[in-house]
């Protein structure tokens, strides 16, 4: 039996609920065939998801070929979608096949599709039915094994009412509708999403990255990030390339940010620390993550995993994302074999082995609930009672 792909294979960085939920649905409907539309604002990486919906069907072998609809002009599209003869056009000077021969057996992804050309929609609808098309100037009728995933931002059911998006189209196309959720709806995805943008720039640019503080931190999570992953992805990359080793505060985000557009601050009395646009059990994620990069619970045991880890912290007080190693070669090295998921899991390992499997006093260490580590040790397959 083979083994299941996970989501960090995937490509897919998230703790959120959400994502989870949409990484299910992606597991029961890569393999099916049916056509799949990606919804949602632009820049929450739609194409990640249609990736891993192609890495995880019977296709993966084959090659998946991105097209963006809104970036190339209308008189090119269709030739670039199903090929053109010689002499079809001026400057067709040889027969070229289209990206639909080119993905035969594979995966074709067309991004903006609410971008389309009402005429070219109607050669698509073709494909979609019959897997057959013609290429520009040429009467043989061709056939592409070829499996669709599509993608917009826009309102596609408002444009079939406008009379710009085919009705029979838009109903082919949602024959699975997955909606990517905006980076405002998964806060709890901020500091992951930053750590693992912050210390990729860091390997590639071979310069270190001396971590954030915590007000920055809450900044960002406040921020509403209207171009979304993105968005956030620009400006990790940004901060870490201009600051080079220093540490990023809240006037370093201040000078890169529209700070005007930030979320307001919502108090709730009830939660254990200040973790604004939360529920409870996204806060419960966020301790045990602030637990993993703080690394300042369990202080002995905590040491000793540095040691067997590689990772160096500086000697002051640490920042809410730990300092990267000290060279390239053991960044690489330490990105490569101990994912953040890793680190949790071994963080509970620690801390159950310091308190024998007491769970509560094991989650107390943690800052986190109990139910929240029950849990935890359901996904991770362990048992307490193996550290009495």
């Given amino acids: 039996m083979n083994r299941e792909i996970t989501q960090q294979e995937l490509g897919i960085i998230s703790r959120s609920p959400q994502i989870e939920q949409i990484v299910a649905s992606i597991r029961q409907v890569a393999d099916s065939d049916l056509t799949v539309l990606l919804i949602g604002e632009s820049g929450v990486g739609k194409e990640v998801f249609a990736k891993a919906i ?63 050309p009402v005429g ?34 826009r309102d596609l059911a408002r444009d079939v009412q406008r009379g ?12 699975a509708q997955i909606r990517i959720p905006s980076l405002r709806e998964r806060r709890d995805d901020i500091p992951l999403l930053f750590a693992h943008f912050a210390f990729q720039t860091a390997a590639r640019l071979n310069i270190p990255f001396g971590g954030i503080t915590r007000d920055a931190m809450d900044v960002l999570i406040e921020y509403p990030w209207p171009g979304n992953v993105r ?18 505060t809240v006037e370093t985000v201040d000078m890169h940010l529209d700070v005007m557009q930030r979320a307001p601050v919502i108090d709730n009395p009830n939660a254990i620390i200040h973790l604004p646009g939360r529920t409870p059990e996204q806060a419960e994620r966020e301790l045990i993550y602030r637990a993993l990069i703080d690394l300042r619970n369990e202080v002995g045991a905590i040491k000793q995993y540095i040691a067997q880890t590689a ?30 998921e890793e680190m949790e899991r071994r963080l509970i390992r620690i801390a159950l082995e310091r308190h024998r499997g007491n769970r509560r006093a094991a989650a107390q ?17 362990l048992k307490a009672d193996e550290f009495e």
Wanted: contains cysteine; glycine residues 6%; aromatic residues 6%.
């Fill in 164 to 175: 710009i998006f085919r009705q029979d189209l838009y109903y082919r196309l949602r024959a």
């Fill in 311 to 340: 990772v160096h912290e500086p000697a002051q007080s640490p920042p809410a994302l730990p300092a990267a190693p000290p060279t390239i070669e053991q960044a690489l090295e330490h990105a490569d074999d101990l994912s953040l």
């Fill in 54 to 116: 192609h890495q995880l069907s019977h296709r993966r072998e084959q090659r998946m070929i991105p097209i963006n609809c809104g970036a190339i002009p209308e008189t090119l599209l269709e030739s670039e979608l199903f090929g053109h003869e010689r002499g079809a056009f001026t400057g067709a000077v040889e027969a070229r096949k289209g990206l639909f021969e080119a993905a035969d057996g594979g995966t074709v992804f067309l991004d903006e599709i609410g971008e389309m």
């Fill in 120 to 153: 070219t929609q109607v050669k698509l609808l073709r494909v979609l039915e019959s897997f057959e098309f013609t290429r520009i100037g040429g009467n043989e009728l061709r056939h592409a094994d070829v499996r669709v995933i599509a993608a917009t931002n």
């Fill in 365 to 381: 260490s943690l800052g986190i609930s109990e139910r929240t580590l029950y849990r935890k040790l359901i996904d991770y397959k």
């Fill in 231 to 248: 968005e956030l992805k620009n400006f990790a990359e940004l901060v870490v390339t201009l600051e080079r080793g220093e540490k990023i």
